[in-house]
């Protein structure tokens, strides 16, 4: 989830940054809705096969679970770029992001009985510098094309 939301983020800022264009804001987002699902959902198929401990049941379950929870994080960033201004959809859209990046964050360390607030923080500094560096790539692009 956390890799869904910091990869969708950094696609709706350096497309925004890019070419300020709800169409390709929105399309990016349903290709990265669908690609990057099924990517991660390969990964861990192909993952949980080579480790020889889990029934085909339960290889299929996490392929499918992993493809349908990225999937609908990813697409849940769609609604922001329907309703509101281009601007308002940006800022809204990494407010979302960085919530769900939290909460998530905070979950995954208590799963693992790690400090929460650690990795939150290692989570959100990524999640900020690919902000910072689409951002700057998209306005690189749209000043050189």
């Known amino acids: 989830m956390t890799s869904g939301i910091i990869t969708t983020l950094g696609l709706i800022v350096g497309l925004n940054s890019g070419t ?8 990016g987002i349903l290709i990265i809705a669908i690609a990057d699902a099924f990517s991660d959902s390969l990964g861990v198929h192909i993952s949980e096969e080579s480790e020889n401990m889990h029934s085909t049941r339960e290889i299929w379950e996490s392929t499918v679970s992993t493809f349908l929870t990225k999937f609908v994080i ?10 509101l201004s281009l601007s308002q959809a940006i800022i809204a859209s ?23 607030w650690n990795i939150i923080a290692e989570h959100i500094t990524i999640a900020v510098i690919v902000i910072i560096l689409t951002n700057y790539v998209g306005g690189l692009i749209r000043a050189i094309f």
């Not at 300020?20 to 399309?27: D, F, K, L, P, Y």
């Not at 990813?74 to 309703?83: E, M, Q």
């Not at 979302?96 to 208590?110: C, E, K, N, Q, T």
């Open 20 to 27: 300020h264009s709800r169409v390709a804001i929105i399309g």
């Open 74 to 83: 990813a697409s849940t960033f769609i609604v922001p770029v329907l309703f």
């Open 94 to 116: 990494i407010v979302w992001g960085m919530s769900l990046l939290g909460v998530f964050s905070y979950f995954i360390a208590r799963a693992q009985k790690k400090q929460p």
